[in-house]
């Protein structure tokens, strides 16, 4: 599938065959896609939960509106960020670089992100999107469907999942097999409606 076709195809799936079993081998094929998603300095804040406990699963729809995409996919990944990552041994994320690039970005990112919480936030909720989206297109270059989803309440799942204070979650993203098709496509807006040229 070309990626045309991926970004085409791909549809909030909220339907799933709960008998489908994503191998860890597929599995970990789609994360070491999702992981080569882009983020400002290389920092790679994201977390990515893998919900496989299925009393886990049904507690987590008890707070997500009930619906059914979080017990019944195949896999249900809760994307999480680290806020202090940029603040964790920096260096790893120039690791392999020349000494002077090194440098460089260490002061460059603890400069961007020192006394600076709400860019925290704003850079997690960033690199979360792009990780979903990435996530979303590899499973359905790999054959899945999938969802996102933020229907949930943040301090319950962060309870359920033990989620450490300086983390914040982003979105879940649901994949397995669909039992059925999305509703056609409603409500989009034509490009020149959303395209600017130049300034507003
Ligand atoms: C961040 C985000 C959160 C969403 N949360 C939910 C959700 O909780 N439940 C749901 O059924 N759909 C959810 N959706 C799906 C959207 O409703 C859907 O993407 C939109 O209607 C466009 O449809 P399409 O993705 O099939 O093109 C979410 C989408 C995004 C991007």
Partial sequence: MNINEAIQNRRAIKLYDPSVKISDDDFKKLMELTILAPTSFNIQHWRFVRVTDKAKREQIRAV???????????????????????????????????????NYLEKALTDFYTGREWIERDEAMRSVGMAAQTLMLAAQGMGYDSGPMIGFDQDAVAKIINLPSDHVIGMFVVIGKRTADAHPRIGRLPVDQVVINNSF
Avoid at 70 to 95: F, G, H, M, Q
């Fill in 64 to 102: 997500a509106w009930g619906q059914a995409q979080v017990t019944d996919a195949s896999e249900l990944v809760i994307i999480c960020a680290d806020l202090k990552a940029w603040a964790k041994n920096p260096r790893r994320y120039s690791n392999g670089a020349p000494e002077d690039v090194q």
